[in-house]
């Protein structure tokens, strides 16, 4: 006797209805996926994940009216801590990416992206518990998420670097934290270069992660 392919449900939350409804319908031609529900925003998504707590991963656009994808995915990790979030958003830069990552997410996908790799992406959500990409790339995520150990222990920073650190994970401009800490902007640099060889890491988002895992960032 056959089996049938277990489904992985999940969920899309965007206030573009024909966007959604279209990367929806692509995805169902895996026989692997099954669409859960369909969301406007944060609020709407409240309210429909409540008949499906079964959800394993969520696909989460960014802008969005009423509630917008960095507050429900705050909400969701709150509220439903065992459901993955993809962040699946047409921006790039690095304040974004870092944004939905402290909200909570476990990848970020762009949206011009090939369905096969979106559909990657959610295999490896389930499989793993992260997703790396470009963007997210590297052991960023699988770092993050290994709570186990904390490099804290062995990596020392003077009380400069923990602010830099705690900078980078705003919006500010590598010159804006310049005058903050009231520095040349050139010496923003070298805080990087020296942070990157001390905890492994190679970019600002990479940076944050570390800060956040060992709680030198506060969500």
Same mark, same amino acid.
């Given at each position: 006797m056959k089996t049938s392919t277990p489904k992985i449900n999940i969920a899309m939350i965007d206030d573009h209805a024909m966007f959604r409804s279209g990367i929806a319908s692509l995805l169902t031609e895996y026989n692997d996926i099954h669409i859960a529900f369909q969301a406007n925003n944060g609020l709407d998504m409240q309210t429909k994940i409540v008949q499906s707590i079964d959800t394993q991963v969520i696909l989460m656009d960014i802008n969005m009216p009423h509630m917008d994808g960095y507050a429900a995915t705050a909400w969701l990790k709150t509220n439903y801590p065992h459901i993955h979030v993809l962040a699946l958003s047409m921006y790039d830069e690095e304040q974004a990416i870092i944004k939905m990552l402290k909200a909570g997410a476990n990848g970020y996908i762009l949206k011009e992206a090939e369905i096969s790799e979106l559909h990657k992406a959610i295999l490896q959500l389930v499989d793993k518990g992260f997703y790396t990409n470009d963007l997210v790339s590297g052991n960023m995520l699988r770092s993050f998420?290994?709570? !186990? %150990? #904390?490099?804290?222990? !062995?990596? %020392? $920073?003077? !009380?400069? !670097?923990?602010?830099?650190?705690?900078?980078?994970?705003? =919006?500010?401009?590598?010159? =804006?934290?310049?005058?903050?800490?009231?520095?040349?902007?050139?010496?923003?640099? #070298?805080?990087?270069? #020296? $942070?990157? =060889? %001390?905890?492994?890491? %190679?970019?600002?988002v990479g940076l944050v992660l570390w800060g956040l895992k060992n709680k030198i960032i506060s969500t």
């Open positions: 998420h290994m709570t !186990e %150990k #904390n490099g804290t222990d !062995e990596i %020392k $920073l003077s !009380e400069k !670097e923990i602010l830099f650190l705690q900078l980078c994970a705003s =919006e500010l401009t590598y010159k =804006e934290m310049a005058d903050q800490m009231d520095i040349a902007v050139r010496s923003v640099d #070298n805080y990087s270069r #020296n $942070l990157f =060889e %001390k905890t492994g890491c %190679k970019s600002r």
